[in-house]
């Protein structure tokens, strides 16, 4: 377990009046368990970091987030690649591809283009043809120009029609 996380979770506990004996009992495990993620030795599984962050009034993300950076899997790949001198391919395969799904929405690229969906809107990026569609509070926007909601129908469709 990351240390920043064990030191947040000793924070709460002790923010919230708890031993760890009380904290255990709870959560209905060992006080050793509580003192492991505490000394980052050990994490708590899923349905203990769901309790954790109920009993603390906090998100999971709160409880978890950190400032390191994780990377992606297939920046590790290539990383351990690199490391070990193996050369990537070349061309259009060298751009990563993902699907990423969390709480800030879903979000897939690959080396057509990028589709975010979340709570801030839908966002299409086609980087082959150059369009785009956004679709926000602001508005609905196709290729930088705004349209009101009618008029972006029309336009999508005949996108699509395109498209086939």
């Not at 409880?63 to 994780?70: F, G, H, Q, S």
């Not at 061309?91 to 709570?119: C, L, N």
């Amino acid at each position: 377990m990351n240390i920043e996380i064990a030191n947040r979770l000793v924070n709460l506990r002790k923010s919230n009046n708890l031993s760890q004996e009380a904290l255990a009992q709870k959560l209905g495990i060992s006080r050793q368990a509580v003192s492991k993620w505490e000394r980052a030795e050990a994490s708590p599984d899923t349905d203990n970091l769901i309790l954790l962050a109920r009993l603390y009034g906090v998100s999971l993300d709160e409880l978890l987030k950190t400032d390191d950076e994780i990377p992606r899997p297939d920046e590790e790949e290539r990383n351990m690649e690199e490391d070990s001198g193996q050369e990537g391919r070349s061309g259009e395969d060298d751009k990563p591809e993902y699907v990423h799904v969390g709480f800030q929405g879903i979000h897939v690229k690959d080396q057509s283009g990028e589709v975010h969906v979340g709570w801030d809107g839908i966002h299409v990026d086609d980087k082959k043809k150059g369009d785009n569609v956004h679709i926000d509070k602001q508005g609905v926007y196709v290729n930088g120009k705004k349209y009101d909601k009618d008029e972006a129908v029309k336009n999508l469709v005949s996108m699509g029609e395109n498209l086939s």
